[in-house]
C-alpha cells in the first residue's frame, strides 16, 4: 500500500510561519518580504487571526512599492491586486464557516463581516450562559467556547479566551447587532465602546436595568445608527419617551433613524390616551425615516390614528407605514377633510403621504366602514404601490370602496401594482367585479393576493379571462376551485401569459389542477414559481408535468408539490426530480399528503 505523500517545502514552510505569527509578531517584516506568489498563498492557507495580523500590519511600502501612483499605473493595479487577494482570502474564511449566511451576503468589505458576525457568535453564547440562574460573574469574562476559538486559529499562548478579548480586538468591525435582554447591561456596552452601530435589534427588554443601558449604547451611536428594532420588549411610556430622547446626536434638532420598528411588544400604557413627547418628536423630526412598523403590539385605534395625524404634518420620506396584526378598527373614521376635530392643512403638502409607497394593515379586525375612510386617505397617497388588508372581514362592500377608488384614480394611472386580500370574506361577486375593475385600469396590477377566501369553482370563470391580462403575480391559494374550477381554467386560450408566479395551494383540484398547471407551463413564458401543494394530485399527474416542462418555454425554479398523496412514483416522472436550478432541487415534493397534522382547507 502506498504511503502517504509527504508535505512540500512550501507547505511546511507556510505553517511554521502562522504558527509563528500566531505567537507574536517576529516574523512579520520578513513575511512582507516575500515574493507575491508566496505571500498570497500564506494569505490563502491563513487563519482569521493570521490574516487579520496581516492585514492590519500592512506596511505602505508593501502596498505602492514607495512609489506615487495613478490609477492606471501598474502599482495601482498591484494594489488593488492585493486588497482583492485579502477580500478574496476573508470571503474563502466566511463561507468556510457559516456557508448559508455566504449565500446571503454580498459586503463591500468580507474582513468586517467575518469579524461582525464572529462577536455576534460570541455574544449569542454569552447570553446562554448569562440567563443561567447560577450566573453571577462579570459578562466580560464569560469563556468562549473552544469549537469558536479554534475557527479563529485560537493558541494557548495567545489568550482569546474571554468575550472582552474579542471585543478589545475587533469590536472595531461591529456595525450590526443583535441583543438580548440578558446581554443589555451596563457592561456590555461598555464592551461596545469600539463600535460603531447602523443597525440594532434588541429582544425581551423588559426592565428599567435594560433601558438605562440601552439609552446609554443608543447615546453613544447616535451619529451613526439608521435602524433599531424591538422584538418581544415590554416597553412604557418612560421607557419610550428615553429611548427616542437618546436617538438625537448631540446638537441636532433631528435624528437620522431610517427604519424603526416594534414587534410583538406590549408598547406603551394601556390607558395612556395621546403619544409619549418623545415619540410624537421622534416621528415628527425625522427627515430620513423611511419605515416604520408597529406590529402585533395589540394597539389600538387611537395610537394609530395619533401615528397617522403626526406623520401627516412630519417632514420625514416616509415610504413604509406597517400597522399590521393591532385592532385599530375605526382608526381613519371620518375622514373626508377633517381629522381629529379639525382641518388637515397637510393634506396637500405633507411630505410623509406623498412618499408612501407601501401600506401594510393586514390583521386589524377592519369593516368595510374602514375601506370607506381608508379610500379617502389612499387619494392623499399619490405613490402608492403596494397595499395589504388581508385577514380583515371587510366583504365584498369593503372592496367595492377599493374598486371606487381605482375608478377615481385611473385617469391619473394609479401607481398600485401590488394589493393583497386574502381571507377577506369575499364572495365570487366581489372578486368578479373586481378583476374587471383592475383589467380596465391605464396602469393594471402586477400582484393581486385573493387567497384564502371561499370564493367556489364558478369563479374560474371570470379568473380564466384574468389569467391572460397583464397580471404578473397571482395567488388564489385555498379559493375552492376544486377540479371543476380547474377544468374550466384549462380553457385559457392566450399563446403568452404574463405570469412570472402563481400559487393554486389548497384546492382539492387533483388531476385536473396538474392538467391545468401543465397548460400553464405551455403558455407562460416567463413562469418561474409555481405552489401546487395541497392539491391531493395523484402520482400519475407527475408525467403530464414532466413532458410539459420538457418542452414549453417556462423556465421553472420553483415548483412545490408537497402534500399530495404519492405512495409511489411513475417511473415517468423522474426527470421532474432531476430539475435543478443552481445547483438546488426546482422541485419540491413528499411522498406521502400526510404531514404530521391533518391538513383541511375548508373555511
Not at 493558541?155 to 482569546?160: G, H, Q
Amino acid at each position: 500500500m502506498e504511503g502517504a505523500r509527504a508535505p512540500s517545502l512550501v507547505s511546511l514552510c507556510m505553517e511554521a510561519a502562522k504558527q509563528d505569527l500566531l505567537r507574536g509578531d517576529d516574523l512579520l517584516r520578513d513575511v512582507y518580504e516575500l515574493p507575491p506568489y508566496l505571500f498570497d498563498e500564506l494569505l490563502m492557507r491563513s487563519p482569521p487571526l493570521v490574516l487579520h495580523k496581516l492585514h492590519t500590519g500592512m506596511p505602505k511600502w508593501k502596498w505602492d512599492d514607495h512609489d506615487v501612483f495613478s490609477p492606471s499605473s501598474e502599482n495601482a493595479r498591484k494594489r488593488r491586486s492585493r486588497c482583492g487577494n485579502f477580500d478574496r482570502a476573508w470571503m474563502a474564511l466566511f463561507k468556510l464557516r457559516w456557508p448559508d449566511a455566504f449565500e446571503l451576503l454580498h459586503p463591500a468589505d468580507w474582513q468586517q463581516a467575518y469579524w461582525e458576525k464572529h462577536l455576534q457568535n460570541c455574544l449569542d453564547e454569552a447570553a446562554e450562559k448569562a440567563m443561567l440562574p447560577r450566573f453571577d460573574g462579570r459578562i466580560s469574562e464569560i469563556l468562549i467556547s473552544d469549537s469558536t476559538l479554534n475557527y479563529i486559529g485560537y493558541a494557548s499562548t495567545f489568550d482569546y479566551s474571554r468575550l472582552h478579548h474579542h471585543f478589545r480586538q475587533f469590536g472595531y468591525y461591529l456595525r450590526s447587532l443583535r441583543l438580548q435582554n440578558a446581554l443589555c447591561v451596563k457592561e456590555t456596552c461598555d464592551l461596545l465602546r469600539k463600535s460603531r452601530l447602523e443597525s440594532l435589534i434588541l429582544r425581551w427588554i423588559r426592565l428599567q436595568e435594560h433601558v438605562d443601558a440601552l439609552c446609554d449604547l443608543l447615546i453613544w451611536n447616535s451619529e451613526t445608527l439608521t435602524s433599531i428594532e424591538f422584538i418581544h420588549c415590554n416597553l412604557s411610556s418612560r421607557s419610550v419617551d428615553a429611548i427616542c430622547g437618546s436617538l438625537y446626536s448631540k446638537g441636532r434638532q433631528c435624528h437620522g433613524i431610517q427604519h424603526f420598528s416594534v414587534h410583538g411588544s406590549s408598547f406603551l400604557d394601556s390607558n395612556r390616551v395621546t403619544l409619549p413627547y418623545s415619540l410624537s418628536s421622534f416621528l415628527s423630526s425625522g427627515r430620513s425615516l423611511c419605515s416604520l412598523r408597529f406590529c402585533d403590539n395589540r394597539l389600538d385605534w387611537n395610537f394609530a390614528r395619533q401615528v397617522f395625524s403626526t406623520l401627516l404634518n412630519g417632514s420625514s420620506d416616509l415610504s413604509i407605514l406597517d400597522l399590521s396584526e393591532n385592532n385599530i378598527r375605526g382608526w381613519l373614521s371620518n375622514f373626508n377633510g377633517k381629522f381629529l376635530g379639525g382641518p388637515l392643512p397637510s393634506l396637500v403638502d405633507g411630505k410623509s403621504l406623498q412618499s408612501l409607497r407601501v401600506l401594510n394593515l393586514r390583521g386589524n379586525n377592519l369593516q368595510k366602514e374602514d375601506m370607506d375612510n381608508l379610500r379617502n386617505a389612499l387619494s392623499h397617497m399619490p405613490s402608492l404601490e403596494m397595499l395589504d388588508v388581508s385577514d380583515n372581514p371587510i366583504e365584498d362592500d369593503g372592496v367595492r370602496s377599493l374598486i371606487s377608488f381605482f375608478i377615481e384614480a385611473s385617469e391619473e394611472r394609479c401607481p398600485l401594482i401590488e394589493l393583497n386580500l386574502e381571507n377577506c370574506d369575499l364572495s365570487r361577486t366581489g372578486v368578479t367585479e373586481l378583476f374587471s375593475t383592475i383589467s380596465s385600469m391605464k396602469r393594471p396590477l402586477r400582484s393581486l393576493s385573493i387567497g384564502d377566501n371561499n370564493l367556489g369553482s364558478q369563479v374560474a370563470a371570470s379568473l380564466l379571462g384574468f389569467i391572460g391580462s397583464q397580471i404578473l403575480v397571482l395567488s388564489i391559494g385555498g379559493i375552492g376551485l376544486d377540479s371543476s374550477g380547474f377544468q374550466e381554467l384549462q380553457k385559457v386560450s392566450s399563446s403568452d401569459i404574463k405570469l412570472t408566479k402563481i400559487d393554486i395551494s389548497k384546492n382539492r383540484g387533483g388531476i385536473e389542477a396538474a392538467k391545468f398547471l401543465s397548460r400553464l407551463i405551455e403558455r407562460a413564458p416567463e413562469l418561474v414559481t409555481v405552489d401546487a401543494s395541497h392539491n391531493f394530485i395523484p402520482a400519475e399527474s407527475l408525467t403530464i408535468l414532466s413532458s410539459s416542462l420538457k418542452f414549453a418555454k417556462a423556465k421553472l425554479e420553483h415548483l412545490d408539490l408537497r402534500g399530495n398523496n404519492w405512495d409511489s412514483l411513475p417511473t415517468g416522472a423522474s426527470e421532474l426530480f432531476n430539475l435543478k436550478h443552481n445547483g438546488k432541487p426546482v422541485v419540491l415534493f413528499s411522498s406521502s399528503a400526510a404531514p404530521n397534522f391533518p391538513y383541511d382547507d375548508d373555511p
